[in-house]
């Protein structure tokens, strides 16, 4: 199966202030966009990064073909344990799941 | 955060439109500027909080109305033609506003912006401060505490009946801290951290431009071209009027389209369609993204709510600490082919001197070896398991002074520079690349705030100084 960042056109994530990161998968097409939507469940993304399922954010945004993912960060950004004061390095985490 | 605007003449431009110019570059001030700011000892353990959504930059903005008949690819650099740049001020600056030291970074850049001015003259400079809490008179606060957080509410000293709450807000959807400077005449407003779109969005509102465009323009406008299909390409224009707004980069070959602008409201925001500001919150669900050409985009139907009760978020930040680091890089291959069984055993030995040498133990400090190569940026979460060529060994090490820090730094020393990974084998020495290996590198500062205020009237913390130069 290949990796999630191979078949779309960019996985990226930032900080969405310093309590919160955000990581947005552009698709690139609709058929794309559908393989993402179905093929990669909330339950997983929330496994990956180690956060309770219920406070994950999920927005399907099908006019940009953008699937989005919004969750606590592993550390509060700025304090001794944060290894990305701007939460660039988590994506690669999410690019490099496999995807029917 | 530094806010620079050129209010022009308003009264005959109101309804309008507001055309401005926005930009994503940054200035990297030379060391003689860093200089001239003056940026001495502060408080370290003061602790300011401030209105922004996001985490601490210094800003420049420059904010002016443009002619709509201006040529685009002009840059905005004609004479009489101000333009919006956008540019953070460089690393010691940002770590001025780190220190969320708002009052105190505000004036040094105030001092620093009028030095740079003074050549030219004629400036008018407000600096826009926020008050702590404890600054204000007695007689306008109603204190309160809320939650854990020792936070006081500020309320003015008048009584204020529902009816009057109400006017007052309708009078809030149209005003706001930057607008009020703005108001004084300023040619350059200089404030401490604020979201990123109250400064793009207060022109547009003080004129009377339709609410949800201005803040949904500032929004799209924040990072400037990085809405467009070059994002660095620097600078667009946003042309906001009574409806909407419209979006143009400026440089050639950038273009927007629907996907581009409307993409932008993903960024740094954990709801794309919501934007939670001082006053209410911006809607976008129902905007309509439509190409006007291949180059700009009109936007129409975003939605401005203002909130029943007027708040504008704190962060404060104290310091945690200080630390020191150390590096080693090892490319020896049965090292770095075990070198998570050595990092754990180089972290139980040195925990293990520093208690007999200092007395120490895990509650009075911190080390933590993260391995460059291996997890450094994931940590627990990385999932990747593929042997590197070389690995570089960090040991951070936090305590509550630098001299307790550098001295369990130096303990941690010799062990990067020669742990062996068994007994049975020469003495063996890894690659430190500084000398002395332990770097000090001061206080750390984490969040101990996180709070919303609520204000009355919205300048109720904040008290504007104006400076002609």
Redesign the interface.
């Known amino acids: 199966m290949p990796e999630l960042g191979s078949i779309v056109e960019k996985v990226r994530s ?7 990161l ?1 990581v ?1 998968i ?1 698709c690139g097409s609709p058929e794309v966009y559908a393989r993402v939507v179905n093929g990669l469940s909330s339950e997983r993304v929330a496994r ?3 956060v309770e399922e219920a406070t994950l ?1 999920r ?1 399907d ?1 099908a ?2 073909h ?1 699937v ?1 993912f ?1 969750l606590p960060r ?1 550390a ?6 944060d ?4 939460g660039a ?2 994506a690669p ?1 999410l690019a ?1 799941v496999e995807i029917n | 955060m530094v806010a620079a605007a050129r209010a022009e003449s308003r009264a005959d431009v109101v309804n309008r439109g507001t055309a401005l110019r926005a930009c994503s570059g940054q200035i990297q001030p030379t060391a003689r500027a860093i200089r001239g700011i003056g940026l001495g000892p502060w408080p370290a353990d003061a602790a300011g909080a401030l209105i922004r959504a996001r985490p601490p930059d210094c800003r420049l903005h420059r904010v002016g109305r443009v002619g709509k008949a201006q040529p685009r690819h002009d840059n905005g650099h004609r004479r009489g033609v101000p333009s919006i740049g956008r540019a953070q001020l460089g690393q010691r600056l940002t770590r001025v506003a780190r220190l969320e030291l708002d009052i105190v970074a505000v004036r040094q850049l105030a001092r620093f912006t009028v030095e740079l001015n003074f050549a030219k003259g004629g400036h008018r400079t407000v600096q826009l401060l926020f008050l702590a809490p404890q600054t204000l008179g007695a007689s306008r606060l109603d204190a309160r505490r809320l939650g854990c957080g020792l936070l006081l509410i500020l309320r003015s000293h008048f009584g204020f009946t529902a009816q009057q709450r109400r006017e007052h807000q309708r009078e809030r959807a149209e005003r706001q801290q930057i607008a009020e400077a703005l108001e004084t005449g300023a040619d350059i407003v200089i404030a401490g951290r604020t979201t990123d779109t109250a400064i793009i969005a207060a022109l547009p509102l003080m004129r009377g431009d339709h609410a949800g465009a201005a803040w949904h323009a500032a929004k799209i406008g924040e990072c400037g071209a990085l809405c467009a299909t070059n994002p660095q390409s620097g600078v667009i224009q946003i042309d906001i009027d009574g409806e909407g707004f419209t979006v143009t980069p400026l440089a050639d070959g950038a273009h927007c389209t629907p996907h581009t602008v409307s993409a932008h409201m993903l960024y740094e925001n954990s709801d794309p369609f919501i934007l939670y500001e001082p006053g209410g919150h911006l809607d976008v669900t129902a905007a309509r993204y439509a190409a006007i050409d291949d180059t700009s985009v009109r936007v129409t139907g975003s939605v401005w709510v203002p909130s029943e009760r007027y708040t504008v978020k704190l962060e404060g930040a104290r310091v945690a600490g200080y630390q020191t680091l150390l590096l080693a890089t090892v490319r020896d291959r049965r090292y770095v082919e075990n070198i998570r069984a050595w990092v754990d055993d180089i972290a139980s030995r040195h925990a293990q001197r520093v208690a007999n040498r200092m007395g120490l133990g895990p509650e009075d400090y911190a080390c933590e070896l993260r391995i460059i190569g291996v997890e450094a940026t994931l940590g627990p979460l990385e999932t990747r398991r593929e042997a590197p060529a070389e690995a570089g060994v960090m040991g951070i090490i936090t305590a509550p002074t630098q001299e307790r820090a550098n001295e369990i730094g130096k303990i941690l020393n010799p062990f990067l520079l020669h742990h062996p990974l068994t007994r049975e084998e020469e003495q063996p020495t890894f690659a430190f690349p500084f000398s002395p290996a332990e770097i000090d590198r001061g206080a750390i500062y984490e969040f101990c705030l996180n709070h919303v205020m609520e204000l009355d009237d919205p300048m109720d913390a904040f008290s504007l100084e104006v400076r002609d130069a």
């Open positions: 930032k900080n969405a202030g310093p309590f919160w955000t947005d552009f990956l990064f180690r954010k927005f945004i006019v940009l953008v989005k919004s592993p509060i950004q700025g304090t001794a344990h290894r990305d004061m701007h390095g988590w985490l490099e």
